[in-house]
């Protein structure tokens, strides 16, 4: 499965909407997400698994890449 997850760079940073990054990482399930990304210094906000619909949606954007961790 396919999550976006909204994050900020540091985990020091007040999240603010305007300067939230995201990214795509595909994972069995949130915590595996979370633990795929604990090595980087971010401030997790939200992670959202994307269904068909969705991912069909995000994949239209030219900033769509799916990392691999």
Same mark, same amino acid.
């Given at each position: 499965?396919? /999550?976006?997850?909204?994050?900020?760079?540091?985990?020091?940073? !007040?999240?603010?909407?305007?300067? %939230?990054? %995201?990214?795509? !990482?595909?994972?069995?399930?949130?915590?595996?997400? +979370?633990?795929?990304?604990?090595? +980087?210094?971010?401030?997790?906000? /939200?992670?959202?698994?994307?269904?068909?619909?969705?991912?069909?949606?995000e994949q239209?954007?030219?900033?769509?890449?799916?990392?691999?961790?």
């Amino acid at each position: 499965m396919i /999550f976006k997850v909204i994050y900020q760079e540091s985990r020091l940073e !007040i999240p603010v909407r305007e300067r %939230s990054k %995201s990214l795509y !990482i595909e994972a069995d399930s949130e915590k595996e997400v +979370r633990q795929k990304l604990t090595n +980087r210094n971010y401030n997790i906000e /939200f992670i959202q698994p994307l269904d068909e619909a969705h991912l069909a949606y995000e994949q239209q954007s030219e900033d769509f890449k799916v990392e691999t961790v």
